[in-house]
């Protein structure tokens, strides 16, 4: 039994890789998707159904479940895993980028960010020692560093400012989480904005404190397609190769191919959770969006060789009128189906590399998912 941390490359093609990550609630296999469950739950599906999706490993949220039901509570009730029921691993982020999306009044300071929760204004301060605290707390097998996702658009002069106290809060955060407790790993994030060089500065700084694994933050705010590849293809080979490699909040089927030609070991997005609530499904064929007329009276599955409960039980005509008729079922059905899609996605995706046939595979993937879609 490894110990938690511990990081083993497998067979790779090209620039990407795969590989295993030991975590205290046990293995993940790489590259990874990781399904959302900001307040605690995957929205409308229990544990039993991640596990039966095969989903490896799920992500929290630090901002949510410190404001509502709070940190002290978790941790009193025997940690995240213990409260929602899950004991494979789990990832929180630090906080930082949601205090930037979601919270009112922000004011950003040396010591930390100061917001206003989103439930009820009271004031609230995140330092990089508190959220720590926070996710030790939860007990999440990676925490994530506090961290300012600099706006899109924001210019140079901006962006180092804010990429120096990113810097200075990751150590702070290193100093927090030196290692060690519950083996609980830590990983720092890189921001820098569009400016390369910022990238290449932020990832020296990081290397330099030393973290468990490394991200990529900052990215999917609303740049292009391009500007988000030409980042990802330049900041990614800075990063260590023998630690695990995170694109934070990306995202669509072409994105994730992308990104694991570029290195990337590790996902999490709200695309397929998200979509699945409003109806767009995923299959291999390409997106169908359900509530459409044409499957008003179409009596065959999403996708016959899908092996979700979704596609084996019902037809497309009923997940339509599930849909339509805004009926709780739908939101758990579809769900269950576009998680399925990606964690088969990812599994393929693995296989490709580890048989040399990646860029056969992600060809084959961009055929389905042309950019003008998600
Ligand atoms: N999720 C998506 N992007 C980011 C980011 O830049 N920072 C953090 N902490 N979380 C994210
Ligand atoms: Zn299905």
């Not at 950003?108 to 439930?119: D, K, L, Q």
């Amino acid at each position: 039994m490894n110990v938690p941390g511990t990081f083993t490359l497998g067979p790779g093609d090209g620039n990407a890789r795969t590989g295993c990550l030991t975590t205290a609630h046990g293995d993940v296999e790489t590259p990874i998707f990781m399904p959302v469950g900001t307040q605690g739950t995957v929205k409308s599906l229990c544990p039993t159904d991640l596990h039966d999706l095969k989903a490896q490993i799920i992500l929290g949220n630090t901002y949510h479940l410190y404001l509502r039901p709070g940190d002290e509570l978790v941790a009193k009730l025997g940690g995240l895993h213990r409260f929602m029921g899950w004991d494979g691993p789990i990832l929180t982020d630090s906080g930082g980028f949601q205090v930037f999306s979601l919270s009112g009044l922000r004011q950003i300071a040396e010591e930390g960010v100061t917001f206003s929760s989103h439930i009820d204004g009271s004031r609230h301060l995140f330092s990089p020692e508190k959220v720590i605290a926070i996710q030790q707390n939860l007990g999440s097998d990676i925490m994530m560093v506090l961290d300012e996702c600099v706006p899109y658009g924001a210019d140079r002069a901006y962006t180092e400012k804010s990429l120096a106290l990113t810097t200075r809060w990751a150590r702070r955060c290193r100093q927090a989480h030196p290692g060690g407790h519950r083996g609980q790993l830590l990983f720092g994030i890189v921001q820098g904005g569009f400016f390369k060089d910022l990238r290449a500065e932020s990832a020296a700084q990081l290397l330099e404190i030393g973290f468990d694994g490394y991200a990529l933050g900052g990215l999917s705010v609303g740049e292009s397609r391009e500007e988000m590849y030409d980042i990802l293809g330049d900041a990614t080979p800075l990063l260590p190769a023998d630690r695990p490699r995170y694109l934070m909040g990306v995202g669509a089927p072409r994105d994730l191919l992308a990104g694991m030609a570029a290195g990337i070991d590790m996902f999490d997005c709200v695309l397929p959770t998200r979509n699945a609530r409003n109806g767009t499904l995923f299959t291999f064929q390409g997106k169908v969006n359900i509530k459409r007329a044409e499957y008003r009276e179409d009596d065959t599955p999403l996708d016959p060789t899908c092996p979700c409960y979704a596609c084996q039980t019902f037809s497309k005509a009923y997940l339509r009128h599930l849909y339509v008729a805004r009926e709780l079922l739908s939101y758990r059905l579809n769900t269950l189906h576009n998680l399925t899609f990606f964690s088969i996605m990812m599994e393929r995706a693995r296989q490709a590399i580890r048989d040399g046939r990646f860029a056969a595979f992600r060809a084959e993937m961009e055929a389905v998912y042309p950019t003008d879609e998600e």
